[in-house]
């Protein structure tokens, strides 16, 4: 059949002995071309996107239920799940329009604040949540924290080059489905996409795939977003688990003065039940001393969220103070510094006042955030 298992001519997936620099000059050409081909599959706009996908989901389904070493009993189970595709394609249409509808109408926003450099405002924004809600987000701002000191910057050229893949894989599609759509000769007027089964759909596309990344950069900065994360990870652990030693040391100490008041009227009361009283005063000591040292701990994180915070207000507003006359330099500028105190205070105590947490609505706002911060704090909590 015409035009199946064929590669597209693209050689983005070849090593060459061009330098970084002309690598990085070639890959910056067509930017604004591959930042339209990733907004029309974002909207929904790229030809028969959904279609694709389902041709993908049910030719590997295919080729799963094909394969002599698939048990008997998975094949009804994958018939199953081919009826479920069209749906799925539906929602995904459906999800991919309302995504389109939200770049298109944040584009013109995101240009007219590109003109007035709306980078300067963005460390004064994260300044004002860390003042007034560092405590909320404690897990989610030491991971910055730890990432900005480790490898935040590894970690960055890392999600640079995955990016750069991709954007490159999305136009090689886009092109890939330009010439699937050409006539077939000899095949009744059918393009040579329709001509092919959805296996060999699957197969066509794994082998673009195949062709334009780049496996060693994808594998390498798979590696990078990976081992940062498991180091930001095991560094939380370990402030942690500090906590976690000093509350117990502190309800082993408060343990002695708890036994010597209570155990005797306790053992009392319990009757033929006594044994059961020192072990569970013991335990219950331990649980009050780690609350006890895990809510100093997040009193302290609060209080560091609030001045640190402040510091990137303040950092902003000498920005705007600071003219080509005269450069106002926040580590010294006495107001600055009072400004730094005043604002890290009000921040430190709205924070105790109102017990570390978001309330609604602005819960809703910082959902994403929640979201993060509850995964890493899961990480820290349970992966081993």
């Known amino acids: ?79 199953k799940a081919e009826t479920l595709i069209p749906f799925i394609a539906t929602v995904f249409r459906a999800v991919s329009r309302v995504l389109g509808a939200v770049w298109e109408g944040l584009s013109p926003l995101l240009c007219s604040l590109k003109e007035t450099h709306w980078q300067i405002y963005i460390p004064a924004i994260l300044g004002l949540i860390m003042v007034f809600y560092g405590g909320a ?3 989610l701002i030491a991971a910055v924290e730890a990432y900005r000191i480790s490898g935040w910057e590894k970690t960055q050229k890392c999600m640079r080059d995955l990016y750069r893949n991709y ?44 062709a334009v990344v780049r496996p060693q950069q994808v594998m390498d900065a798979v590696h990078g977003i990976t081992s940062g994360f498991f180091a930001v990870v095991a560094t939380i ?33 319990a009757g033929k039940y006594q044994r059961w009283v020192s072990p569970c005063l013991g335990y219950l000591c331990r649980i009050v001393g780690i609350s006890i040292a895990y809510t100093l701990q997040r009193v302290l994180f609060a209080f560091h969220s609030a001045f640190r915070g402040a510091h990137l207000i303040v950092l902003t507003i000498a920005h705007f103070l600071s003219n080509e006359k005269r450069k106002v330099d926040h580590e010294t500028d006495l107001k600055l510094i009072l400004a730094k105190v005043v604002i890290g205070t009000l921040g430190f105590v709205k924070q105790l006042v109102g017990g570390f947490e978001i309330y609604f609505p602005l819960s809703i706002f910082f959902l994403p955030a929640i979201c993060a ?10 992966w081993n």
């Open 1 to 79: 059949m015409s035009g199946v298992g064929e590669s597209v001519p693209v050689q983005l997936g070849e090593d060459d002995e061009s330098s970084d620099e002309e690598k990085v000059i070639k890959t910056q050409k067509p930017l604004d071309k591959k930042r339209k081909s990733h907004r029309k599959l974002v909207s929904g706009e790229k030809r028969g996107a959904s279609a694709d996908l389902s041709r993908i989901a049910k030719g590997l389904l295919k080729s799963i239920g094909n394969t002599s070493k698939t048990p008997a009993w998975i094949k009804p189970y994958l018939k």
């Open 137 to 139: 987000f404690m897990f």
């Open 167 to 210: 954007s490159e894989l999305v136009e090689a599609d886009a092109i890939d489905d330009k010439a699937l759509g050409k006539i077939s000769e000899g095949d009744e007027g059918k393009s040579i996409e329709e001509g092919m089964t959805d296996e060999q759909y699957l197969r066509h596309k794994v082998e673009l795939l195949f």
């Open 237 to 269: 652990r370990m402030k942690f688990a500090e906590s976690i030693t000093l509350g117990s040391a502190l309800g082993e100490m408060g343990e002695k003065y708890v036994k010597a008041i209570l155990l005797q009227d306790l053992e009392e009361v």
């Open 373 to 382: 911060n509850w995964i890493i704090g899961f990480a820290v909590a349970y």
